[in-house]
């Protein structure tokens, strides 16, 4: 058990490297692309996916109906936990790509119906993730680290780098969170997480390439989102 937290404390400071790292020439280079492909959405299109993701930020925040499996026991080791937690992802991954290469053949509509069909998956995950690691998501607080995650896992580097710096030493943060909803500027998080999430899924809006993007980037985004949250449970299991 020592070996395998020294382990995941090396991959969870590499990890944190990798963010801090300055935006690579590929990546100013892929954020150019993306903004061009968002140029050649119709604003019907961006002004639907704009409402969509506002009901998720909602769903998260305020819903509860959204419930994860029950949490593992106490005493159950965290190598345990993360072969769960690795199991689950590769479970998501499977049904997302899926999911994604029938609505990515399917033409537009079909691919507007994939936004909401990928986001309620993408947080279905995170709930479960956050159960295997035995945090309660009926506390308010641990809905604002899964959108704090959610964030994390598709900004702009720079982005990433803002939000990892309000994720360390979250315990210590718990007390100055807002236990409701009342006191949190959700409106101000979905404009940001519109700005930066799932850019590359809009290329899955766009004749002849949708059916090829479809699956291949619902696999990759809701694995990137597994790393992401992985990390970021890690650092609180770590009190790193």
Request: charged share 20%; with cysteine.
């Amino acid at each position: 058990m020592q070996n395998y937290q020294q382990q995941i404390e090396l991959e969870l400071q590499f990890w944190k490297l990798e963010v801090m790292k300055k935006p690579s020439l590929m990546g100013n280079i892929a954020t150019k692309v993306q903004g061009k492909i968002n140029s050649y959405i119709p604003q019907k299109v961006h002004k639907a996916i704009t409402v969509t993701i506002k009901q998720m930020v909602k769903a998260v925040l305020f819903g509860s109906e959204i419930t994860s499996s029950n949490m593992p026991p106490e005493e159950m080791s965290l190598i345990h936990r993360e072969a769960l937690v690795k199991s689950k992802i590769d479970s998501y991954c499977k049904t997302g790509a899926a999911e994604g290469g029938i609505t990515g053949a399917g033409g537009f509509l079909m691919s507007m119906a994939d936004f909401p069909i990928l986001i309620a998956i993408k947080i279905k995950l995170l709930y479960e993730v956050a159960a295997l690691y035995g945090f309660d998501t009926s506390d308010f607080r641990e809905r604002l680290y899964i959108l704090h995650i959610f964030q994390m896992a598709f900004s702009s580097q720079a982005g990433s780098q803002k939000v990892l710096a309000q994720m360390e030493n979250w315990e210590d943060k718990l007390f100055l969170l807002p236990e409701s909803g009342d006191g949190f500027d959700w409106q101000t998080f979905q404009q940001e997480y519109r700005d930066y999430i799932d850019l590359a899924k809009l290329a899955q809006l766009l004749p002849v390439v949708g059916a090829a993007v479809g699956a291949v980037a619902n696999y990759h985004l809701i694995k990137k989102l597994g790393k992401t949250a992985m990390m970021c449970y890690r650092m609180r299991m770590l009190g790193d």
